[in-house]
């Protein structure tokens, strides 16, 4: 596994000195880098909201790395955009999901955070978690409201637990309502997806999941 990004530039540069901060959380030092980077104009929220390391705010940041301290700052005290996007495109959120960190994702979805917005591809949260293999990231994100149906350009939830063999992913999804008929029609590559059926057969007590495709 690659060292933690570092993002600490030369010493003077607050912007960079933010972003560290934001990814250690290091809450002390953030407050009083935001202090310094106002400079007296009692705007904090604009000035921490500024600062971008390669299109990513220090919210993304904190809260890829699981941050909750310094999150809950600027989310509950600086009422900074628990949604908005990075230049890529992905929220706080989708951030944190993709770190694995079921308890900032709790905290962001109890703080505002939309399961169901679109970021890459158009895909949502539960498409990164479904693809990832995350049960408990998934079951989390349903119970918050996430569209077990959602289409992206990947397809539905199910599609990618099917195409990334994510058995146990799928059988959360069919536990929760996830339409086996859903099909899409954007990406050929994905064509087993529509110009076949898939039949998942469970048994009696649901623990295991059988998939059969059948050629149209």
Not at 35 to 46: F, N, Q, S
Not at 99 to 112: E, K, Q, T
Not at 173 to 194: P, Q, R, V, Y
Request: net charge negative.
């Amino acid at each position: 596994m690659a060292p933690p990004r570092t993002y600490a530039a030369g010493p003077g540069t607050l912007q960079r000195r933010l972003i560290q901060a934001s990814a250690d959380g290091d809450l002390r030092a953030f407050k009083r880098i935001a202090t310094a980077l106002d400079g007296g104009k009692g705007r904090i929220r604009e000035a921490v909201e500024a600062v971008r390391d390669r299109g990513v705010r220090a919210l993304h940041v904190a809260a890829g790395r699981g941050r909750i301290p310094v999150c809950a700052y600027m989310v509950e005290e600086l009422h900074m955009d628990v949604n908005a996007a990075d230049e890529s495109g992905n929220t706080p959120l989708s951030h944190a999901v993709r770190a694995g960190n079921v308890g900032i994702v709790r905290y962001l979805l109890d703080h505002g955070a939309d399961p169901n917005k679109p970021v890459d591809f158009e895909c949502t949260s539960i498409h990164i978690a479904v693809g990832k293999g995350m049960c408990e990231m998934v079951e989390l994100l349903l119970s918050k409201g996430a569209d077990v149906n959602f289409s992206s350009h990947c397809g539905a939830p199910l599609h990618i637990a099917a195409m990334e063999n994510q058995d146990a992913a799928m059988k959360v999804l069919l536990d929760h309502g996830a339409d086996i008929n859903k099909t899409h029609e954007a990406l050929n590559c994905f064509s087993s997806l529509f110009t076949q059926e898939w039949l998942v057969v469970f048994d009696r007590q649901h623990a295991s999941i059988m998939q059969t495709i059948v050629t149209i």
